[in-house]
């Protein structure tokens, strides 16, 4: 390949999580039990909501849609995981590396925003119910989603246009199990100075908003369950908000680490295995978070 000339950069080489030999099938079984288990665990949750008509609430309809956000998340990136595992030479052509990173964005702004419409509907819930029926009537619960794919959209053109317009030379080893923005970065042989400021402001942006909404609805929240005078009504207010928290801290948390961090801070070869956690583990523990906190999700 020339130097200076992407367009002649038909094809990536993914380094996968790691080279040792000895541990790709052991690591291959377990990404694969991961992945079966995020699998059966989202479309069971998918399943169970759509069958159930007594889940048939704006905040069932937004878990309904983080299950279907996180399902198609890990199916964009593990079973290309799982061939670098067994795999001599895991490649990936360039248009096949643009379509994952495309999808890998456009799934991950998505949940960042759904995760913030979660947060409103239980501002709402809990500061207003008696307005509840009308505030998260099904017009605007549609409006909130159109939003949450648009978002998730506007993301995923952002970043992948990024790393098209970065310039490749010689080197096409992507330091990475999947196609990712930091190692193109890397990869990349012209000054990537203004590449890498449009990653910092989409992600704060991606990141910075659903935080602040959540912050936000759960600050009125707080101070809406303080008010409560009964000890019963407090804790199943906490109850209705504990496994919200719990997936917002896991995925948000996650995802900070990796991307707001500089590379010196944070090398490649850390961040890969950091990016495990939002990639494979969020999206595999969602459903049981929610299932196990939320009682109405195990009814027959």
Known sequence: MAAGNSSLVTEFILSG?????????PLFFLFLGFYMVTVVGNLGMITLIGLNSHLHIPMYFFLFNLSFIDLS???TVIPKMLMSFVSKKNTISYAGCMT????FCFFVFSESFVL?????????AICKPLLYTVTMSPQVCLSLLLGVYGMGTWGAFAHTGNIMSLTFCADNLVNHYMCDILPFLELACNSSYVNLLVVFIVVTIGIG????TIFISYGFILSSIFHISSTEG??????TCSSHIMAVSLFFGSGAF?????????PLDQGKVSSLFYTIVVPMLNPLIYSLRNKESNLP
């Open 234 to 239: 407090r804790s199943k207010a906490f109850s």
């Open 100 to 103: 994952q990173f495309f999808f």
């Open 73 to 75: 998340f890990s199916t």
């Open 116 to 124: 913030s419409a979660m947060a409103y509907d239980r501002y709402v």
């Open 258 to 266: 990796m991307y707001l961090k500089p590379p010196s801070v944070l």
């Open 209 to 212: 908003l659903p935080i602040a």
């Open 17 to 25: 999580l790691t080279d040792r030999p000895g541990l790709q099938l």
